[in-house]
């Protein structure tokens, strides 16, 4: 775990996001809480990150989300290198399958 990240006011956005039970609370929330192109950087790089594990070239994960290389590695970095959160929520996804 990143020890500059780990803040109490960091630990307080977590905790409020733990209590949201759906989607809907999680729209109403986020909205809020982000500008319309933060959410979407955010949710970009998630799907970025599906479509490595799923094996997809640059060229094809680049076309269908229009993240830049230059995202698309520093995404691959983190599920290689990272903290292993990507997997850890892609196992919980697959469990709920």
């Known amino acids: 775990?990143?020890?500059?990240?780990?803040?109490?006011?960091?630990?307080?956005?977590?905790?409020?996001?733990?209590?949201?039970?759906s989607k809907e609370e999680c729209y109403s929330f986020f909205e809020d809480l982000c500008t319309v192109n933060e959410?979407?950087?955010?949710?970009?790089?998630?799907?970025?990150?599906?479509?490595?594990?799923?094996?997809?070239?640059?060229?094809?994960?680049?076309?269908?989300?229009?993240?830049s290389t230059a995202t698309i590695s520093r995404v691959n970095r983190s599920l290689n290198y990272g903290n292993e959160g990507y997997d850890l929520v892609f196992g919980r996804l697959s469990e709920k399958q």
Do not use: P, W
């Open 39 to 67: 959410l979407l950087s955010l949710s970009q790089r998630y799907e970025v990150a599906s479509m490595l594990k799923k094996h997809c070239t640059y060229l094809e994960i680049a076309e269908k989300t229009g993240a």
């Open 1 to 21: 775990m990143n020890k500059k990240i780990q803040t109490s006011s960091v630990d307080h956005l977590f905790e409020a996001v733990l209590c949201l039970k």
